[in-house]
């Protein structure tokens, strides 16, 4: 169920209760693909970092080490020791964006699987019973992720099909959560509007499946290749015909700034690799903007990584000490920058969340949307 505590323009503070929790929204998810975040943060690193949601992928846990697996060891949350909200994606996306080799079907996808060339067929039954198998409290619907630009033709039908295989989801997922071995018998499923940066097609879309009446919907196949105004655009197209009473979720987005200029336009939730991975390769968020720590500028600098951040990272180390961790090629030197960059997203929606509590979002949009982007 979702509730609305505030309001400011299209701006939405609000909270989402799942099996696992309450999700305080707008919300960053933070992204542990195979049941980790890349960057040697453990479950307990995730509750010091202030992560509320953490987004793990169907199709990785599928090919490795298997779904059966996990459910057989009580499901992701028991086997990652999280006890937090879980949401996983569908792993569409991976399939469109990792295997070579592929065949669209109505009946689903047939690919070869990155790792050992295997042939695996995934389907929305398919993906609906690995996500019942790992037992998350959202699981999105299986769908094809367009690649923009795409001819308006392919774009309508791949959307048609996607409809199609949405309601197959809903049934599938309703069977499986029905089941007296049922993970979790409390799972979510959410719908994708696709459409690629076509408007009409995209209303029509979002249309046609806010009439299944699902929990919560979800913003597909943006941050692939446009622009960053041919992406606020679309969200403003289809935000007008989301359910104002369901969270609306920006899939694979993105920067500080695209994070606040989104949820201006009314998205509650967000994820992306970015922060990990950046901060993976000494790239760090900052409240004045992001720095590369492996700068030499930072050799003997003993300041923080950032003043103004309270995490655990910057309370307690040096730039000058981070950079040299990046420079002797130690393994901590990712483990302090990948918490540090996620604490920092945390922070951003947590933030986020007091201006609008507070009727200051605009003054924090004006502040921050530009600034935190830049590099300095």
């Known amino acids: 169920m979702y509730r609305l ?58 090919v490795r080490p298997g779904d059966e697996l996990i459910k057989s060891m009580g499901g992701l949350h028991k086997f990652m020791t999280w006890d937090g909200p879980i949401l996983t994606d569908s792993g569409g996306f991976q399939i469109f964006s990792l295997a070579k080799l592929r065949k669209i079907t109505e009946e689903g996808v047939n690919f070869n699987s990155h790792v050992d060339g295997r042939h695996i067929f995934m389907g929305p039954e398919e993906s609906m019973r690995i996500q ?58 959410w719908g994708i509007n696709q459409g690629a940066v076509f408007h009409d097609v995209r209303i029509d879309h979002m249309k046609r499946i806010a009439e299944l009446d699902l929990p919560g919907y979800a ?73 590369n720590i492996k700068n030499e500028k930072y050799q003997t600098d003993e300041s923080p990584i950032d003043p103004l951040c309270d995490c655990p990272v910057c309370r307690r180390y040096s730039r000058a000490y981070v950079r040299h961790l990046f420079k002797a090629e130690e393994m901590l030197a990712m483990r302090l920058a990948v918490g540090h960059n996620l604490y920092f997203y945390n922070s951003l929606t947590r933030r986020i969340r007091q201006s609008l509590e507070n009727g ?15 590099r300095i």
């Open 219 to 291: 913003i597909g196949g943006l941050a692939v290749g446009e622009t960053h105004l041919e992406m606020y655009d679309t969200i403003e197209a289809v935000e007008e015909y989301m359910p104002k009473d369901k969270p609306r979720y920006l899939m694979g987005v993105g920067t500080p700034g695209n994070i606040i200029e989104a949820v201006s336009r009314g998205v509650d939730f967000f994820d992306c690799v970015m922060p990990a991975r950046n901060g993976r390769h000494g790239h760090l968020f900052t409240w004045n903007g992001i720095i």
């Open 132 to 189: 019942a198998n790992l037992g998350s409290d959202i699981a999105m619907a299986f769908d094809e992720c367009i690649k923009i630009p795409s001819p308006r033709d392919y774009v309508i039908k791949s959307c048609e099909r996607t409809t199609r295989w949405l309601e197959r989801c809903k049934k599938a997922l309703t069977e499986y959560n029905s089941m007296d071995d049922a993970v979790n018998p409390g799972q979510m499923l």
């Open 360 to 374: 200051e979002f605009d003054a924090f949009r004006n502040k921050y949307s530009q600034i935190l982007d830049k």
């Open 5 to 62: 505590k505030a309001q400011e323009g299209h701006a939405r503070r609000g909270e989402f209760d799942t099996p696992h929790g309450t999700v305080q929204t707008p919300v960053f998810m933070n992204v542990g693909t195979q049941g980790a975040i890349k960057g040697a943060l453990s479950a307990r690193d995730l509750k010091e970092i202030d992560c509320q949601v953490e987004l793990s992928n169907t199709y990785h846990l599928h």
